[in-house]
Each structure stands twice: as structure tokens, then as C-alpha cells.
């Protein structure tokens, strides 16, 4: 599903948004129904070489926490944009090849959060990092398997679907392969 | 994490609240930061003989899907008591014998959604469902294994946290002789 037509913003806050509209029940009744929205992010699998970026992220509420290169959508701006504007500021790296691998935009337990992945292929530094007051990030890099292998770990930081993802392509052998030949052909 | 004690309630809604607060940055400004938490909620894998009760549930907004049974903790209420009063009355069955699985009850990516995972063992069927009037809700079994595979289906509703789970017992041979051992003794 996804934001009803009818229902009206309640709540608008830095990130996120709530919705509320009435709801015909099976029975014909009415009720007040409630749905979240929050800012899109985009996150970045930024190969370099045969080589995975991953961060090493702290933030002033969080310990270190590894997670893709990534970031909220800003206003307007389209998530292919956004991917590279993420990628750029937070690790100085840029690609001529960006491809999205999977959009998440439906509705899902009451909460609308559009997420896009993308796969940056032969990256280059081309900058220093250039980062908000509120980051600190240390740049590592990962093999594909150490990657799939990360998406085990509950403090990697990524969208659950995502998540879903890497642990198929552990589970199955052919997914696995062709995850493998998108990333590194 | 959990909630800072200085944030402040800015929205409250039927199930969603925002909270915000000023947040020391590395360099000593400050920035609004933001939070979100949503009610409580519970899942039971109700064990009946040597099958798992799975839903299939329709909601007004929602064409069928899988789901365990379970739904949201009332306010102040154990969620013990919101496990059994779900199963009860999503079911029908009931257990003399609940046991906590899983707990996730830590801020995830600026959300607070506490989560319980029950398992409740040999249930018996006492009462006929009974449902709201925004529920519609078909009881079916699955075995063990079926139950694994589920877990790998987008549709099936479940907590990430609980998805990663029957994830690892599908990849972990000792994860799912445990899990397994746990539900059939």
C-alpha cells in the first residue's frame, strides 16, 4: 500500500511525518487510522577494486557501528543525486557508474520509509571526506564474502529488506552468484 | 540506546509518538534530534502437538498475508498478558506454559518499538476467535521447517529482529537444533 489520498498530515517533524485518516472496518464502522512516514535514505555498495566499502560510524548518541556509506534524502532532490552527494561527502570517493540494485517504497507495519540501494562501481578518491559536526567515519573496505558475512552482524546498519537480502544470497547458491557478478563482473 | 531522559513528547498519536531533544555535536554545537516510539507489540509461535499456528490474516488495508498471532501491548499492561489475550482471542487456543524467546526493546535506526516474542507450548483450543472489526483472520499450521522457510517469505509480518533469527537457524545447523529443541522438547 501506500499513503492513502484521503489521510492528512497530523505531525511533521525533522524526519519524521504522521498521517491519520478514517478507516472503513469490515463491519462498516469507522476507525482512526495511523501511519508513519520518515525521510527516504539512500545507501551506497561502493566497490573499489575487489573491495567493499564499509564504514566505521560513531555519532554523538551511538557507539562505532560499521555500515554502507549512505544517508537521508534531502528535499527535492532525486536518490540517484542523493547516492552520490552520500558517497562523495563521506568517503571522498566517486563513481561514473551508478546502478541502482533495489528500491524498497511500500508501506510495510504501518510505516512508509522509501529506501534505495545502489552499487557504485570502480571507485576513485577524488576528495577528502567532508562530514557533519554530528559525524565521524573511518573508511575500511570488505571482500564479498566478509560483506555477506556483515549482514549477520545485528549493529551492521541497514534497511531490514537489505538485510533479507544478504542472508538469501548466503542461503542460496545461484543468488549468490549473481550478487556476486552485479558487483564485481 | 534508549529514550533520552531530556527529550520532550512532540507528537502523540494512536500508536506512534515523537520525541526530540538538543543533541551535543562532535564540535560542541547543538543540534534537534529526533525519535520515534511505537506501542509495544508481541508474537506467539503457539506450538499445538507437532505444528506452529500461523495466521492468515486481511486487514481493511491490507490484501491476506501471513503473520503469528499477537498485536499490540495495551497501555500498562504486562506483555505476558498481552501474548496470552492475543492468542485467546486471535486463536482461540491457549497455553498454560509461555516462555520468553526474544526481547528487542533498544532505539533501532531512531526507532523504539519494543518487541516479545513468545513461545507458548502445547496449546489447547478453549473458545472461538474473537475478533475486531478490522481483523479477519484464518488459523492454519505449518511443521517446523515450513516454519524456517516462512521466515524467508517479505509478505510474512514479523519483527527484522525475529527475521534475522529464523534466518541463522536456516544457515546454522546448532542455532536450529536449538530453536527446534526449544519449541519441541
Not at 8 to 37: N, P, R, Y
Not at 161 to 174: G, P, S
Request: aromatic residues 12%; contains cysteine.
Amino acid at each position: 500500500m501506500k499513503i492513502p489520498a484521503e489521510a492528512k498530515k497530523v505531525f511533521q517533524g525533522v524526519i519524521f511525518a504522521v498521517w491519520q485518516w478514517q478507516q472503513k472496518m469490515f463491519d462498516g464502522s469507522l476507525e482512526t487510522f495511523e501511519l508513519l512516514s520518515r525521510r527516504g535514505t539512500v545507501d551506497i555498495i561502493a566497490v573499489v577494486g575487489n573491495k567493499i566499502i564499509i564504514l566505521q560510524q560513531e555519532q554523538p548518541t551511538k557507539p562505532m557501528y560499521p555500515s554502507l556509506p549512505g544517508g537521508v534524502i534531502a528535499d527535492g532532490e532525486p536518490h540517484l543525486m542523493a547516492a552520490k552527494r552520500e558517497l562523495l561527502e563521506e568517503t571522498g570517493y566517486k563513481s561514473d557508474d551508478f546502478e541502482l540494485l533495489a528500491a524498497y517504497e511500500k508501506v510495510r507495519s504501518k510505516v512508509y520509509h522509501p529506501e534505495y540501494i545502489y552499487f557504485a562501481k570502480d571507485c576513485q578518491k577524488i576528495a577528502e571526506q567532508s562530514l557533519d559536526a554530528g559525524e565521524k567515519i573511518k573508511v575500511t573496505f570488505v571482500n564479498f564474502d566478509e560483506f555477506l558475512q556483515l549482514g549477520r552482524n545485528e549493529k551492521f546498519l541497514i534497511s531490514p529488506n537489505f538485510r533479507a537480502l544478504l542472508y538469501e544470497a548466503l542461503l542460496d547458491k545461484e543468488k549468490r552468484r549473481e550478487l556476486k557478478l552485479k558487483l564485481f563482473p
